[in-house]
């Protein structure tokens, strides 16, 4: 008996690209047949039914945010702990409050070393210096450049150890001011009286900077011509403390001294 042709045929290819003979075409023929209620349909249908306690735990997010947000901008942020140290009077502080504190500085039983500010009653002439810090490791030296009704530059000169740097601190001073650059004609005119006073090694050191211990400071403290003494906690880190000198000719507040005076030419 012949062989049926039709069983040469080969077989349907289920995963073929026409519609008609794949099931993907034959599901999307039977759309129209699907249940009422398809799966897509049941997720819909749940999203609906929980959208409510959606909408409440959002609505409760929202007012605790805002709360947050009230509190936040009602309390203040906490106090940072990094606090700056500071040698010398405050600006608008005055002269006898702060030499009473400066001498409440020196108190205690310790024996670290401590960083501290030496003010003098009059300014000091470069080859003073080391016998003004007796003995005490000189660190820093503050110059200041005295003219009457004329603001002049304070230059604090960073020192290392040894009488000759401190001496020649004023040179330095007169290196840093020379370097600078000015934008009007009295500005100039202060830097070269100031530079100018400074290599002629006037008498224009208005204090120190030491480092000693609680009693060498306290020693120090009693010398003729030491107006203060101020120590820093021992802890102090050098490099991370304001320095503001205590002028000799300040006497009352510490405020910026006038400037309306004629700057003389040397």
Not at 136 to 156: A, N, Y
Request: with cysteine.
């Amino acid at each position: 008996m012949p062989d049926d042709p039709r069983s040469s045929e080969p077989a349907p290819d289920t995963a073929s690209d026409d519609r008609g003979d794949s099931p993907i075409g034959h599901a999307a023929d039977d759309l129209g047949n699907m249940p009422a209620e398809s799966p897509a349909a049941e997720d819909d249908s749940r999203a609906r039914r929980v959208s409510p306690r959606n909408a409440v735990i959002f609505g409760l997010t929202a007012i605790g945010a805002a709360i947050l947000l009230v509190i936040a901008f009602r309390e203040p942020p906490p106090a940072s702990a990094v606090a700056t140290d500071r040698l010398g009077p405050a600006p608008g502080e005055q002269v006898e409050q702060y030499l009473v504190d400066a001498k409440a500085s020196l108190d205690g039983g310790d024996t670290a070393e401590h960083w501290a500010l030496v003010s003098f009653t009059d300014y000091l002439a470069p080859q003073q210096l080391p016998a003004a810090a007796d003995g005490l490791r000189i660190s820093g030296v503050i110059q200041h450049v005295p003219v009457d009704r004329v603001q002049t530059p304070v230059i604090t000169v960073a020192t290392p150890a040894g009488d000759e740097p401190a001496v020649k601190s004023g040179e330095a001073a007169a290196g840093l001011v020379a370097a600078q650059r000015f934008r009007d004609e009295r500005s100039a005119a202060i830097a070269r009286v100031t530079e100018s006073r400074l290599r002629a090694g006037c008498a224009c050191t208005a204090g120190l900077m030491v480092r000693g211990t609680l009693p060498q400071l306290r020693d120090l403290a009693t010398r003729p011509g030491v107006r203060a003494v101020q120590a820093l906690p021992a802890d102090a880190i050098a490099g991370r403390f304001a320095v503001s000198p205590l002028l000799p000719g300040t006497s009352d507040t510490v405020t910026p001294s006038p400037d309306d005076g004629p700057v003389p030419s040397e």
